[in-house]
């Protein structure tokens, strides 16, 4: 049976793409989609169009890209359309006056089991704080963000060399079910919404900048391997390496730890069976994957067999 309600999706990235996408082949009638306003990107300054974007072109759909929200002409075109629920997946922060807007309200997925992790990069703080378990959440908007009554939510495992890209695809595709099941909840008034805990001791998922991405040596090497995981493949962790003499930005994705006693200097680079370890307090974090300013993504066998073995290595903290 085909399902009756009226959905408006807003989202912007390849993320919120697949859900749209399931949204469509459950059938679900989308009568709008909204995103963000075309913008020229890069060195030509090509105009560059969002995923969801470039996804409802490609499929006929209905397109609003305001480039204010609260614009009049924006509003009564949503008006215009009737939907039954908004569903909201990595878009921007909604008016009031959109949110409160369909009669089944308005939802977001959100790629944590909230109120844990709210914020802008949940996924990439959950795995740098070393959780063994992250999720999604559908939650009903309010005015403030990531705090409006809970839908549905599911678990998802996290392992334990399992990168930010990894896990961003396991919720994405456990994130289209629970759409799925929460506009099927929502239609057959299967979902009493409930309010969040706000007891817990809550970890935050702030925007990352190059200033909160950098590798702190001094932190433990369960803490570096998280780290580096968490921002893996992007932002990336990031550290300073010092090549005779040369202060150098080199990027990180993927390091293996080894316990070990030693005497080596902390924060030396040094070169063994033709890969790279980071002298550490603990033992080694051997280098596996960087880049170097201005080079290309590397192996770290590669990167290493490009560095003359005279040259003298370390970390500039």
Do not use: C
């Not at 949110?99 to 914020?119: C, D, E, I, V």
């Amino acid at each position: 049976m085909k399902p009756n309600l009226k959905v408006v999706f807003m989202g912007t990235p390849e993320f919120s793409v697949h859900i749209l996408d399931k949204i469509i082949k459950a059938n679900y009638d989308v009568v709008g989609v909204v995103s963000t306003p075309d913008k020229p990107a890069g060195r030509g300054q090509k105009i560059h169009s969002s995923a969801v974007t470039k996804y409802a072109r490609k499929n006929n759909l209905h397109l609003m890209q305001p480039p204010k929200l609260k614009a009049k002409s924006f509003v009564e075109e949503l008006k215009s359309l009737n939907a039954d629920v908004f569903v909201v997946v990595a878009f921007r922060m909604l008016p009031e006056v959109i949110w409160s807007m369909p009669p089944k309200g308005t939802f977001n997925l959100h790629a944590s089991l909230l109120p844990q992790y709210r914020g802008a990069a949940p996924i990439n703080w959950a795995i740098i704080n070393g959780e063994k378990e992250s999720g999604i959440t559908t939650f009903l908007l309010d005015k403030n963000i990531d705090t409006g009554n809970i839908l549905l939510q599911k678990k998802v495992n996290i392992q334990p060399d399992e990168t930010a890209g990894e896990l961003h695809d396991d919720l994405m595709y456990n994130g289209a079910d629970l759409v799925v099941e929460t506009l099927q909840a929502l239609e057959e008034n299967k979902v009493e919404p409930k309010p969040q805990n706000e007891t817990q001791d809550l970890k935050d998922a702030p925007k990352l900048f190059k200033e909160n991405t950098q590798i702190n040596w001094d932190n433990s090497l369960e803490g570096i391997h998280n780290f580096v995981r968490g921002l893996n493949p992007y932002p990336s962790a990031w550290t300073n390496i010092n090549i005779d003499g040369d202060k150098k930005f080199l990027k990180i994705f993927k390091v293996k730890i080894e316990k070990a006693d030693h005497s080596e200097p902390i924060g030396k680079i040094i070169k063994e069976n033709k890969r790279l370890g980071v002298v550490h307090k603990e033992g080694y974090a051997w280098l596996e994957e960087v880049q170097l300013e201005g080079k290309r993504r590397m192996n770290a066998t590669d990167f290493a067999n490009g560095m003359s073995s005279s040259k003298e290595l370390s970390i500039f903290n």
